[in-house]
């Protein structure tokens, strides 16, 4: 069929889609590059504080690319071209072992990384998640996994049993982005996790409209009857933070604290902690 329509398909191929596709493989080889050899890319690590204390509690681990001629790339500009490709699974690994590397030097905080739906597509997912962080000398219980609903929805039970085996070896479990997904609530019964992240959005929008504030004060409830840890992500501003805190959300992560820092600005970011506890 595409043979047949093969004339009229490439007419209707406009530059720009071809440039796309063009970018796309020149991005992927560029990060095959910088994960077999490169020191491209960086693990930078955003404070979470406790609501009621302002305490720094746990740093979250996030990625950033620091392309030749690019210059510094998002997530979002390169994480999607990773999952398409698999390279998913060596980029997560090695920010996991970053994460625990930094986890050994921050005794008493948690490091939380985030793992994409493909790695949970391989069964040894928790087999090698537990070395990373054996080799590195790192207790699991300090690391917090952190992922999306979508692991949830697979319909087989590799997804499950994975998540079983991790949190059985020690790691804490965060579903991320809470909110967005899919069919949030019954997953929440089937999976045990530790932590929900309400989604940046609904923080957002604490504040402009009622629904927000009602969704917010719904997950907590539900949250906090379920035995769960809240986090409320995307907290820019003090009005946010307080209606957060007063909500009974658990822990706060947002530019209003700090942004995500590289890992030799983590001493100075923990020493101003008694600064952050003044602005909570
Ligand atoms: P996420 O896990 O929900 O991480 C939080 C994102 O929100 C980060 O964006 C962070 O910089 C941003 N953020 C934090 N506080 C605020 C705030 O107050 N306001 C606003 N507007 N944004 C805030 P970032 O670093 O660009 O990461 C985007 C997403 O990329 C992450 O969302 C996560 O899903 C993904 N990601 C990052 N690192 C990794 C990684 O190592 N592996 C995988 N699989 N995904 C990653
Ligand atoms: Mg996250
Ligand atoms: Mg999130
Ligand atoms: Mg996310």
Redesign the pocket.
Known sequence: RAKSEGRDCYRTFTPSMDETIKLRSEIEEDLRRALANGNELEVHY?AEVDAATGTIVGL????RWLHPTRGLM???QF?PIAEETGL?SV??EG?LAEACRVARNCPGLFIA????AIQFRSSDLAVRLIAIARNAGCDPRQIEL?LTESVLLDEDDTARTTLIALREAGFRIAL??FGTGYSSLSYLREFKVDKIKID?SFTQNLGHDAEAAAIVTSVVTLGHAMGLTVTA????SRAQMQLLAAAGCNEL????FS??LPENAIAALLASNAKLRDVA
Do not use: C, H, K, T
């Open positions: 955003q979250e681990a996030l990625v998002l997530p979002e994480i998913i980029l997560g920010v990384v985030n793992l994409s952190e991320d982005d940046r992500e995307g907290v820019e992560q947002g530019f209003l942004r995500a």
